[in-house]
Nanobody
């Protein structure tokens, strides 16, 4: 019954913007850290952004700092990733992750493609 469902991916041009959403259900969302990972053509998964349970603390990979913003609405059980100034190297499958001390859950991912 635990579900993480990503949406909002697509094809954009260099310099464009995209907003990803991850809708969660089946667990106490407000108790979990939420993270966005991405998996590029090289198949390696990397952390993009993270946000604490209340949304007070955020962390970003150096490669996206200043361009991406992670946020959450606990009342909607949803975490977002606003992506601006997109580059071809941002092309990847973006995966939503929920983590606590005792559990980790993953979504299936949404494809983001940035063309030159």
């Amino acid at each position: 019954q635990v579900q993480l469902v990503e949406s909002g991916g697509g094809l954009v041009q260099l310099g464009g913007s995209l907003r990803l959403s991850c809708a969660a259900s089946g667990f106490t969302f407000s108790n979990y850290h939420m993270r966005w990972y991405r998996q590029g053509p090289d198949k390696e998964r990397a952390l993009v952004a993270a946000i604490s349970p209340t949304g007070i603390s955020t962390n970003y990979a150096d490669s996206v700092k200043g361009r991406f913003t992670i946020s959450r609405e606990n009342a909607k059980n949803t975490v977002y990733l606003q992506m601006n100034s997109l580059k071809p190297e941002d092309t990847a499958v973006y995966l939503c992750n929920a983590g606590s001390l005792t559990a980790n859950y993953w979504g299936q991912g949404t494809q983001v493609t940035v063309s030159s």
